[in-house]
């Protein structure tokens, strides 16, 4: 009978990947914080170089959450664990995106606005995303029963995700009909971005890619590992009862 | 004096072993704060007309806590003696058992509302505008989605620990664009909007696209949720 | 079968055929756990249902129709009086409009059908759930102590109401701790012990029309 320390190590792949998003991490700042020109001082000068790093998070952010949505349909047809896995990995990584954004942008926000925070319509849904897929890790760990938790996340992560476009265009629609503080517009289109400044975004978001995947790996591997841990524990049990 | 703090020394051991209460009310309390940002707009925006936005803000945040506490308690009923048992054994569709389950939600609704909004008219002097039939238009539409979403979270909450604090958690989110519409909609009616000025601010589609995509979202999960 | 670290139900392997079944064993050894598992209100770990041949699942409302069960909770509507809650069950089974009022009859009950369930006597509670269980007319009956919190002239109502029920193609399983009792009617027995099947075997034989009941669960 195996044991818990036999554990498999890490596979090179794994390692690999991490170097790999590493890497890219590095190439990405050189090129954004050198490449890339500075942009007008209406857009905060240097400090819009965060958008570089704000962007990019929001995309893996809604990645993630489409996972979640995919894994959570798919565990609740074959019910099978990894899918479930899959899910409760995802929502994690994509609560840690979408804090990046939240954070990112009244950082940008404070200099250039004025405030810390404005209810403009990308900022509002992305805020209310965030706190959905907060309930669904309150949901997961207040579920009085191991069984059911994926069952009833998953119905969450599915919900959730229906509602991200809803959201999203009604926060928009009621933006318009009540506009304050300056337009947002998105600082890193349309005013002047030439091969530099694109270079430097599509590195950081390849590198943003690359830190997901990885980050996603290694928390898949560790939920393996658990399971695999209990499965070990409960045929010890059974095996003591005979 | 020590005895009352060795006793509420006690339940604080017992929060930070279980930690079921002090997290979920963080987010609860993030969740509500979201809500009541948009229930209180800022003055520069509404103008003149912002007496009527949080009049309507008031509304419906009422409608909104009162219900999902009440879409908890029905919940209850089932637990009591093992009735959640008898239930799931009768050969009926999960899907109806939602749709029966969001009925007799939506008549706790709608009685509700129909107490709270003449009574509200009365004392805080709300002028509806005589639009009557525009009135009854949005708060139909604006219930249907509203328990769609409550009844099947309010089943989903009911199988956890720290219910009362999940189901607003969950639902408060997922129901801002109810949520948004009926205030729009109800602060137009108040400054005196008729039916056909309504349907022209676009809430209407949004209204009916949630509602759609929530009840059939609720009748095809409300199995996943139950089982 | 296992629930967390707990082995409750462990290689069983029953056919259950027409008739009463009695399901004994001391307390902990699983009875309940194999009623909630036939009946469908939990998965097993392992292993499959099979009626007549062809497997079920309680996700088939096919299935659900042909089955009552009654738990340790009465499984009744507390609020709701005796016959509305047998006139409820009656209606989602399908049953007869007249059942509900035979059934009152056949377990002493009509004295207190515009009772709240939730008023009743540990005693009227257990009989009202036998009633619930009965409701349907199923083909499957699952009972866990239908016997419990009874005297003696209220068992003998319970024992009359399964032999009323007893039909061929009939299958029942009811776990008791009063074997005396339900051994002076049932068919078989099965005797279960930590999870285990122990000893099973018919009392009478049968020489109807078999129609097997198989579940199998492994661990």
Redesign the interface.
Same mark, same amino acid.
């Given at each position: 009978m195996a044991t818990a320390s036999e554990l498999r190590p890490r596979p090179a792949g794994l390692d690999a990947l991490g170097a790999a998003a590493v890497a890219s991490v590095a190439a990405a700042l050189l090129l954004v914080f050198f490449v890339a020109r500075e942009a007008d001082v209406t857009m905060g000068g240097q400090l819009q170089r965060i958008f570089y790093f704000h962007v990019p998070s929001a995309w893996i952010a809604y990645l993630s959450f489409a996972i979640v949505f995919l894994a959570s349909i798919a565990y609740?047809r074959t019910g099978a664990g990894r899918w479930d896995l899959l899910a409760h990995a995802a929502a994690e990584i994509g609560i840690v995106f979408t804090t990046l954004v939240l954070i990112t942008g009244p950082i940008w926000a404070r200099p250039v606005w004025g405030t810390w925070w404005q209810?403009d319509a990308r900022l509002t849904s992305t $805020?209310?995303l965030w706190? +959905?897929y907060?309930?669904y890790l /309150? $949901?997961r &760990? $207040?579920? &009085?029963?191991?069984?059911?938790v994926g069952?009833?996340a998953? %119905?969450?992560g599915?919900?959730?995700f229906?509602?991200v476009p809803?959201?999203h /265009?009604? %926060?928009q629609?009621?933006r318009t $009909?009540?506009? &304050?503080g300056p337009t947002v517009a998105n600082p890193t289109t349309g005013s002047g971005l030439g091969t530099p400044e694109l270079t430097a975004f599509f590195a950081s978001l390849l590198a943003f890619t690359l830190l997901f995947c990885w980050l996603l790996s290694l928390r898949l591997r560790i939920g393996r590992l658990a399971q695999r841990v209990e499965l070990e524990?409960?045929e010890r049990?059974?095996a003591e +009862?005979r | 004096m020590t005895k009352t703090m060795w006793l509420a020394a006690k339940d604080l051991r017992i929060e930070m072993r279980a930690r079921d209460t002090l997290a979920p009310m963080l987010g609860f309390a993030a969740t509500v704060a979201l809500v009541l940002a948009f229930a209180l707009p800022e003055a520069s925006s509404a103008g003149d007309d912002v007496v009527s936005y949080v009049q309507a803000g008031f509304m419906w945040v009422t409608v909104l806590f009162a219900g999902l506490i009440g879409f908890g308690r029905t919940f209850e009923v089932e637990r009591a003696e093992g009735a959640l048992d008898s239930l799931l054994l009768v050969p009926v569709d999960r899907s109806a058992l939602f749709v029966s389950k969001a009925l007799s939600n939506l008549a706790f609704i709608v009685v509700l509302e129909t107490v709270l909004l003449p009574l509200s008219a009365l004392l805080f002097a709300y002028d509806l505008g005589g639009s009557w039939g525009a009135l009854v238009a949005v708060v139909a539409l604006v219930d249907v989605g509203f328990v769609a979403v409550g009844t099947l979270y309010a089943a989903l909450a009911a199988q956890t620990r720290s219910r009362e604090l999940l189901l607003p958690l969950l639902a408060l989110p997922a129901l801002i664009p109810v949520f948004i519409a009926a205030l729009e909609l109800t602060a137009d009616l108040l400054l005196g909007a008729g039916f056909d000025a309504l349907a022209a601010r676009g809430w209407f589609g949004i209204l009916v696209a949630f509602d759609v995509v929530f009840v059939t979202a609720g009748a095809v999960l409300f199995d996943a949720v139950l089982d | 079968m296992r629930f967390g670290r707990t082995v409750a139900l462990d290689g069983i392997e029953l056919t259950l055929e027409e008739g009463i079944t009695g399901l004994f064993g001391p307390n902990g050894s699983g009875k309940s756990t194999l009623l909630r598992a036939v009946a469908g209100l939990v998965r097993p770990s392992q292993g499959r249902i099979t009626f007549e041949g062809a497997p079920v699942a309680a996700a088939d409302e096919g299935w659900r129709r042909l089955v009552g069960y009654a738990g340790h909770e009465s499984g009744l509507y507390p609020n709701l009086t005796v016959s509305e809650n047998l006139e409820l069950f009656g209606r989602l089974y399908g049953s007869n409009p007249a059942r509900p009022a035979s059934l009152l009859s056949q377990l002493g009950l009509e004295g207190r059908s515009k009772t709240l369930a939730g008023e009743l006597s540990a005693g009227l509670k257990r009989r009202a759930a036998v009633a619930r269980a009965l409701v349907g007319e199923p083909r499957l009956l699952l009972l866990d102590e239908p016997y419990a919190n009874l005297d003696d002239d209220s068992a003998a109502l319970v024992t009359e109401a399964l032999v009323a029920w007893r039909e061929p193609g009939r299958s029942a399983l009811i776990a008791t701790h009063g074997a005396r009792k339900l051994k002076a009617f049932a068919d078989a027995g099965v005797i279960l012990r930590r999870g285990r099947i122990v000893t099973q075997g018919r009392y009478r034989d049968s020489s109807q029309q078999r129609r097997p009941f198989h579940e199998t669960a492994t661990p």
């Open positions: 609740l209810w $805020l209310v706190l +959905t907060i309930g /309150f $949901l &760990s $207040l579920a &009085s029963d191991e069984a059911t069952r009833l998953a %119905v969450v599915i919900v959730g229906l509602d809803i959201v /265009f009604s %926060v629609w009621w $009909l009540h506009p &304050s524990e409960i049990a059974a +009862t | - | -």
